[in-house]
């Protein structure tokens, strides 16, 4: 396997688990279960939010309003996969 291309495989997975943890940190937070009020809770938050949000919110300008249903985190999930299986298959 090429370095390069091991490098760019690893930078999406982990992106992937990433958005994921946003994903699950929001729902959390949502349902009360964790308090954003705590400095560590809240830095994780940041921290996250701020990785995430740049990717995801192009997503969100185009997709429909579907109320409180966000679907954007799934989309990118589902770019990330689809550019990884592409690497793979250029590097194959």
């Given amino acids: 396997m090429n370095p390069f291309h091991w ?21 959390l937070v949502a349902f009360n279960v ?15 939010y701020r990785a995430t949000e740049p990717a995801l919110r192009p997503i969100r300008n185009v997709l429909p309003n579907l109320g409180g249903i966000d679907l954007s985190p799934l989309i990118l999930i589902l770019l990330l996969v689809f550019v990884r299986r592409l690497l793979w298959q250029m590097f194959a």
């Fill in 7 to 27: 490098l760019i495989d690893t930078i999406l997975d982990l992106y992937m688990w990433v958005v994921i943890a946003s994903v699950i940190l929001s729902w």
């Fill in 34 to 48: 964790i308090n954003t009020r705590n400095p560590f809770v809240h830095q994780i938050g940041d921290f996250l």
